[in-house]
């Protein structure tokens, strides 16, 4: 048997996050500049190397593949990377794959994620409101991702919403989304802002910042919340509204570091692996991924040396009125 991946904290590395391109067609605030400059072609990792790299790690155990960007449905030819790694699933090797997205190109790709196997989907939507969305997204037009939503239903596939929090921009609207949410039978996930972003300001993020203790604050003023233990492979935490039946979950990377459980790393469309999302460190995989394009041994040691290097956890921090633990990198290029 191969040697699984564990990390000099005596974490298992079982869940891998792939971002697939660093190119989207919206432009949200804490995310990416409006006027971004992207990556050019050469520099991506092919659809073939992108199956190569991803069939390495789960061999080497890695059971939870979730494929990120930028907005990964924008890629060109995306659906036979999903089409090609349906094959793990089939072995049983691969327990889950799934993406993260906008929701803009589900109404053309939800049929076709449904039969590669995919059977869950984050789909990133902050406010309900379709100005406001058109300004936190800068490009994005609201319509065209609640069409989405309604595909990925129709297909069959499980819809989690992803809120970023945001203190002055979505408050008042913590209501309205979980009961939309409830009526269309969707979960519920809310983010910390992250300070992540070279041209974001300290009191910018400072400014966007709304702790996720004051969220559940705000739903143990309406409703009967009861802790889960439940865990989904990810780094958020769960509850259950009563009234509704609603499962809620909350990535709460300031207000509570979830580092101790720490079970995944990130790699780039360049081939650039992070091992935390809140450190700058990380390693090269395109190379050793070029340089023996048959065999896989090259590419594990460089696996194993990146995963022996993971740290214990991040430093993001907005005590005492500064950014700490601010990465220059937007959270584009990482991949989610």
Request: glycine share 8%; aromatic share 8%.
């Amino acid at each position: 048997m191969t040697a699984p991946l564990i990390d000099p904290f005596a974490r298992a590395i079982t869940y891998l996050r792939v971002s697939v391109t660093d190119r989207c067609d919206f432009r949200c605030v804490y995310c990416m500049s409006e006027n971004m400059t992207f990556l050019p072609k050469k520099d991506l990792l092919t659809l073939e190397e992108l199956d190569r790299l991803c069939s390495t790690f789960i061999r080497l155990g890695v059971e939870k593949l979730r494929i990120t960007g930028g907005e990964p449905l924008v890629r060109r030819g995306i659906m036979t990377f999903f089409q090609a790694m349906s094959r793990h699933l089939d072995t049983g090797a691969l327990k889950e794959l799934t993406l993260t997205t906008n929701g803009s190109q589900l109404v053309k790709y939800a049929n076709d994620l449904y039969a590669a196997g995919v059977r869950r989907v984050n789909i990133s939507l902050d406010t309900l409101d379709e100005q406001k969305f058109a300004d936190v997204t800068r490009w994005g037009r609201l319509p065209q991702v609640l069409k989405g939503i309604d595909a990925a239903q129709n297909a069959g596939l499980r819809v989690k919403i992803n809120a970023v929090a945001l203190k002055g921009f979505n408050e008042q609207e913590l209501p309205a989304i979980t009961r939309w949410c409830a009526e269309r039978d969707m979960d519920l996930t809310w983010i910390e802002v992250m300070p992540m972003g070279e041209d974001i300001g300290n009191m910018e993020r400072i400014g966007q910042y709304w702790s996720l203790k004051d969220v559940r604050a705000e739903y143990e003023n309406h409703y009967t919340v009861t802790d889960l233990a439940e865990r989904t492979g990810g780094p958020a935490r769960y509850v259950r509204l009563e009234e509704t039946g609603q499962k809620i979950g909350f990535i709460t990377p300031l207000s509570h570091n979830f580092c101790e459980s720490c079970n995944r790393v990130r790699v780039t469309c360049t081939g650039e692996i992070y091992t935390c999302l809140g450190q700058e460190g990380k390693a090269d995989l395109r190379a050793p991924l070029r340089a023996n394009e048959e065999g896989a041994g090259v590419l594990e040691a460089a696996i194993r040396a990146a995963i022996g290097d993971k740290p214990r956890g991040h430093d993001f921090d907005y005590s005492r009125q500064d950014v700490g633990g601010k990465m220059s990198r937007h959270m584009s290029h990482t991949g989610g």
